[in-house]
């Protein structure tokens, strides 16, 4: 499997030109990506509500509220940060953002191969730390946080966020993803799903009677906040991929209270403790299956010791709901599909050509896809039982489709086209049960089943004892669609062609 598209070197990893979310956010207006509401809106419920609208189209722009009402802080609240744009995740990570889906998969696979670890920076230099409270200072309810959905349980201060968790045993940090309901001026509950990093780190504290120390940012850099959700091994820091992203290592610095690091760079950042038994109602949200997730009951609270923030900041908020209205969009594709092929990769299954987790499938949670090179009997059951299972595809994934390098797996309509005429389903369908779920998955029921899920499994490959009798696709030649591409202008079409990657054999 190439490790990098054939448009774009990514083997030198210049820094990207930004190092906070502020910089970023100035490369993004530079190229019209963002909008500036100055209107006052209300962050319980309108703030949802126009975002919703706003990106309802694939191409929705960044939206920075920037004036809160009832809010005298100084706060702004930024949503859509990536949204389905391709065009972000590239300004984020240093690609080119003409770059195809498929090309932008393999580039990224590249620059996550190479991992920097963090460097601690003095306190002083930390723009964190602009604003530091401890002990009665401590009143989170101060900055304006948003109620999404009318049927959310409360306000989420956690939801475009990243939380920091280590491991009792190996140190490693972890850094997640996790939603936190606002309780009160120094209390944040805490929802992480069975079999999470965050969960099982907060557990194996718990085991020793111990309090798990824990640090949450809620306005971070793009990098930061898309690696919190991907799936890393045991003993891997999120941390170390994202300074490989990015160039250059993660500046951290020290805290007030916890032994744990803090994002020297991020605009909001708490310090807490989670102490086993210490729980409060939570939930429902509104999440990224378009539906409230997690009825109410009661989760782990966050005893807040110290708030760290720079003046007037940012808050990164993620709505979730139907695709394209959802923060997990195309920058979640692109990773998780990177993640899978280089599972595949590790695994040691050949032939592998490419992968993709579609964003309208849950956000690109619920459908995967892998085009592979048929080499041998049984090979496309067995890239379907290994693409199921991998780590950065076991969580939740329903659907594994496997289909033959002549389907671009980026493009549902060809992916259509192989699963009506070359899957036979009385032959080609199989389902794993009792497999890695979420406890936000509407379909099952008891509710306490949720955690297991199951899988199906369909082969949409031509049938390798049948490859040579199999009926011939229809294709162009080569020679001749490359002429095309070159007279693409000349024949008076704008922009380039869709290229194409399989084609009819030159001798016949």
């Known amino acids: 499997m190439s490790r990098s598209g054939p448009e774009q ?5 210049d820094p990207v030109g ?10 993004v207006e530079a190229v019209g990506e963002l ?6 809106v209300d962050p319980i419920e309108e703030i949802g509500a126009i975002t919703l609208l706003a990106s309802r189209d694939e191409d929705s722009p960044a939206l920075l509220f920037e004036n809160m009402q009832g809010d005298a802080t100084g706060s702004r609240i930024l949503t859509n940060m990536l949204g389905s744009s391709k065009e972000r995740y590239a300004l984020a990570v240093g690609l ?4 195809s889906m498929r090309e932008m998969i393999e580039a990224t696979r590249s620059i996550m191969a190479d991992p920097i670890k963090p460097v601690t920076i003095a306190k002083e230099a930390a723009p964190v730390n602009e604003v530091v409270l401890t002990g009665d200072a401590i009143d989170v309810t101060r900055f304006p946080v948003p109620q999404f959905w009318p049927g ?9 966020d990243i939380t920091f968790t280590a491991s009792p045993d190996t140190g490693r940090i972890n850094v997640g993803c996790y939603r936190q309901m606002l309780h009160g001026p120094n209390r944040i509950g805490l929802y992480c799903s069975p079999g999470k990093h965050g969960l099982l780190d907060r557990e194996a504290w718990w085991a020793r009677g111990e309090p798990c120390e824990v640090v949450a940012a809620y306005g971070i850099d793009p990098v930061q906040f898309m690696l919190a959700a991907q799936t890393f091994g045991i003993d891997q820091s999120e941390l ?7 160039g250059r290592p993660i500046e951290l610095t020290t805290g007030e209270f916890v032994k744990l690091p803090i994002p020297a760079h991020a605009e909001f950042v708490v310090e807490g403790i989670l102490h086993k038994g210490d729980v409060l109602p939570e939930g429902p949200l509104g999440e990224f299956t378009g539906y409230y997730g997690r009825e109410r009951s009661p989760q782990p609270v966050m005893e807040i010791k110290a708030i760290h923030h720079r003046k007037s900041p940012i808050f990164t908020h993620a709505l979730m709901a139907r695709y394209p209205s959802c923060e997990i969009g195309a920058y979640y594709a692109i990773m998780r599909s990177a993640r899978i092929l280089d599972d595949l990769e590790r695994i040691g299954v050949p032939g592998v050509v490419g992968a993709y987790s579609h ?3 849950a956000s690109g949670w619920g459908m995967v896809v892998v085009s592979l090179q048929q080499k041998y009997a049984g090979h496309s059951a067995q890239v379907l039982a290994l693409a199921a299972q991998c780590p950065a595809a076991a969580y939740y994934t329903k659907w594994v489709i496997v289909v033959d390098d002549d389907v671009d797996p980026t493009d549902l309509n060809d992916v259509l086209w192989a699963l009506s005429t070359r899957c036979h389903p009385s032959e080609d369908i199989d389902i794993l049960r009792n497999t890695w779920s979420t406890g936000l998955d509407p379909s099952q029921f008891p509710p306490e089943a949720r955690p297991y899920g199951s899988k199906v499994l369909i082969n949409a490959c031509k049938p390798h004892r049948h490859l040579a009798q199999f009926p011939q696709s229809t294709m162009l030649r080569k020679s001749v669609h490359d002429r ?9 079409f704008s922009g380039s062609p869709r290229r194409m990657t399989a084609f009819h054999p030159e001798s016949e």
């Open 9 to 13: 070197d990514v083997s030198r990893r």
């Open 18 to 27: 930004w190092r906070d979310l502020r910089q970023w956010l100035g490369e």
């Open 35 to 40: 909008k500036r509401i100055a209107a006052p």
């Open 96 to 99: 080119d953002p003409s770059l």
């Open 152 to 160: 959310d349980g409360g306000r989420f201060i956690g939801t475009g």
């Open 240 to 246: 170390d991929v994202a300074g490989g992203i990015m």
């Open 359 to 361: 964003p309208a499938a």
């Open 484 to 492: 095309v591409v070159t007279r693409w202008n000349e024949l008076g």
